[in-house]
């Protein structure tokens, strides 16, 4: 027997108490554990994706658009532009970087995208099994493609229109893969990379092969989608956008202004749902205090002969903390294990949906600041029922009864 | 072994109670008597330092109780003294093994299952020790309250009205376990009572006047 024992002792002498109790506080904790792992990992992910990406260049429309479709290819792109503004902004002083991205088509959900090496080069991704493409035609899979897939190198398949690939085939133009790709845990990892002129063929491909000037005609058309470019100095932040926007048929976004807009949007859920588990947190101190407060009056005697015993009234007031902390021990440790369990199910949930990947594997810091917290208020909540414990006059108690 | 002088305590600035002096020697076997509202509870509590008195001085087992201070007191009560109340107050949701327990544990004596077999079997509960105090008997229980006020071998050993809600043989078979438990321990026993048929059993009596 020890405090921790007899404390629980007395929690399951009254399970209905003890089970509301547990079921607030680990209600509230586990919201609070899903907000911080999916919020938490979605910021991770975001920024990750868009690490040394300083300005996204596309066709006009949202610039929000234009960022989710260019940077995380979780919407669909505003237009295309035309292939010159590439090389205009490779002349670009002000550019250090550009990384021209042709999208339109997909593959079983996930999305073919035609850039140059150094759009791999960018995340630091290095092909796991085969090589990169080198001609048209070649395609590169990202390490997540390959594995809900099961293709691997010299598989051989056809994109389809449309940026999910549920639109009409291509099936005059199949692409070969000759790589798979590390896993890097950025975007990469769900596209399947090929070259722009890839993207160009499989779409000239449509209209067959006819005479040599309509190809010709075809190919001065030629346009890719977004250009990801990065800055040669801190002056291009304050010229570049302003100088692109200006042009009429360009728009330029930028991912930090676009991502801070879609948190704050975003946060305001957050922050509703971060309100109602501190509600429900303050409910389960509540019930604490009310179950260890009324069970006084029960427990009196037993407190008494605790002390006739020789017991201390510190070990009283210890008894009363110890099922305080005991209790939200017990809360937070559901909590934590509801809260991951959810983040696991919304993360298969949405990695069936080809959308970020979530996973409830992963700790966060800041779930110890809650464990923390929690256990203060179960600490909290015992304070004025361990006091009261603590002033017990036995002598009175006994000859009462 | 109980040397009380001078003894006097108030509540709300009427007494309650009122011992010029007594005096108890090791082992001997003692029975207060008197009317309800005597202070015979008030006399037990006093000696086994639950209630510090207004005036007098008061020692039990050598030790002057004035000189002991919070936790010294309860520390030295739960070395000293096994208590059986009137109302038993068996802690209800814990077996009969862990009220036990709960004596070694608050006295902060060894925790002895063994011993707790032993002083169960010598009271002929044995068999109850997984039982919780709502199943058993009012006999059993007293058994129970017994063995658990002797469990930690108190050098003293006070019972407060044990046979206020028996029937005659059944308050003739707690004395004499109270008897046998102090005699087995060594222990001097103080036990209050207001009950007649008590009192043939004990040779030293305090009388308590109301």
Redesign the interface.
């Known amino acids: 027997?020890?405090l921790a024992s007899?404390s629980a002792?007395?929690l399951?002498?009254r399970p209905l108490n003890t089970a509301l109790s547990l079921l607030l506080l680990s209600l509230g904790v586990a919201t609070i554990v899903l907000l911080v792992l999916v919020v938490g990992q979605l910021e991770e992910r975001m920024s990750r994706d868009a690490r040394g990406i300083d300005l996204v260049v596309g066709a006009k429309g949202s610039p929000m658009q234009l960022i989710l479709a260019g940077i995380y290819h979780a919407d669909a792109p505003t237009g295309n532009i035309p292939l010159a503004a590439v090389q205009a902004f490779r002349k670009n002083r002000l550019v250090r970087k550009v990384i021209p991205l042709a999208l339109g088509d997909g593959w079983k959900g996930f999305r073919i995208v035609g850039a140059g090496h150094e759009y791999l080069e960018h995340y630091g991704a290095k092909p796991a099994a085969g090589r990169l493409w080198d001609k048209p035609m070649e395609v590169v899979l990202g390490a997540e493609v390959a594995a809900r897939t099961g293709v691997g190198v010299g598989a051989r398949f056809a994109g389809a229109h449309g940026i999910t690939g549920q639109g009409e085939e291509h099936g005059a133009a199949p692409y070969d893969v000759v790589g798979v790709l590390g896993r890097t845990g950025s975007v990469l990892d769900r596209l399947v990379l090929t070259s722009v002129e890839s993207v160009w063929r499989v779409h000239e491909e449509e209209h067959g092969p006819e005479d040599e000037a309509d190809r010709k005609a075809l190919e001065e058309d030629r346009e890719v989608t977004v250009l990801l470019l990065q800055y040669a100095s801190p002056l291009a932040a304050a010229m570049l956008p302003r100088q692109i926007n200006s042009q009429s048929e360009l728009q330029a976004a930028s991912p930090a202004y676009e991502t801070a807009r879609l948190f704050r949007i975003v946060g305001v859920g957050v922050e509703a749902m971060r309100a109602f588990a501190i509600v429900l947190i303050v409910a389960a101190a509540l019930s604490v205090f009310i179950a260890l407060y009324t069970a006084l009056e029960e427990r009196r005697?037993?407190l008494?002969?605790?002390?006739?015993?020789?017991?201390?009234?510190?070990?009283l007031f210890g008894l009363l903390i110890m099922e305080g902390v005991v209790l939200a021990a017990l809360g937070t440790l559901i909590g934590l294990a509801l809260g991951h369990a959810l983040a696991s199910t919304l993360g298969a949930w949405l990695e069936s949906q080809q959308q970020y990947p979530v996973t409830g594997l992963a700790w966060r810091a800041e779930e110890l600041w809650l464990a923390a917290v929690a256990l203060g208020v179960g600490l909290i909540a015992a304070l004025l029922p361990a006091w009261r414990a603590y002033r017990t006059d036995?002598?009175r108690t006994?000859?009462r009864? | 072994m109980i040397c009380v002088r001078g003894l006097a305590h108030r509540y709300a600035s009427t007494d309650v109670l009122r011992l010029p002096e007594w005096r108890v020697a090791q082992g001997e076997r003692w029975l207060v008597l008197g009317p309800s509202g005597c202070g015979k509870t008030t006399l037990l509590h006093v000696i086994a330092g639950l209630v510090r008195p207004t005036e007098g001085e008061v020692s039990v087992s050598a030790t002057d109780l004035r000189k002991l201070h919070g936790a010294q007191l309860d520390r030295w009560r739960g070395a000293t003294v096994g208590i059986v109340l009137q109302a038993l107050h068996l802690v209800r949701h814990l077996t009969v093994r862990d009220n036990l327990r709960l004596a070694q544990y608050m006295a902060r004596a060894p925790q002895d299952d063994a011993r707790i077999a032993d002083v169960l079997a010598a009271l002929g509960v044995a068999d109850k020790a997984s039982r919780r105090p709502p199943d058993l008997s009012e006999g059993e229980r007293q058994r129970v309250a017994i063995a658990r006020a002797v469990v930690n071998r108190p050098k003293l050993l006070l019972a407060d009205e044990p046979t206020a809600n028996l029937d005659d043989a059944a308050a003739a078979g707690a004395v004499d376990l109270l008897v046998g438990q102090a005699e087995r321990h060594g222990a001097t026993l103080v036990v209050a009572t207001h009950d007649a048929r008590v009192k043939q059993k004990f040779e030293r009596r305090l009388e308590l006047s109301a």
């Open positions: 027997m020890n007899l002792s007395y399951r002498a005697y037993d008494a002969v605790m002390r006739t015993l020789g017991a201390a009234p510190g070990r036995v002598s006994l000859a009864g």
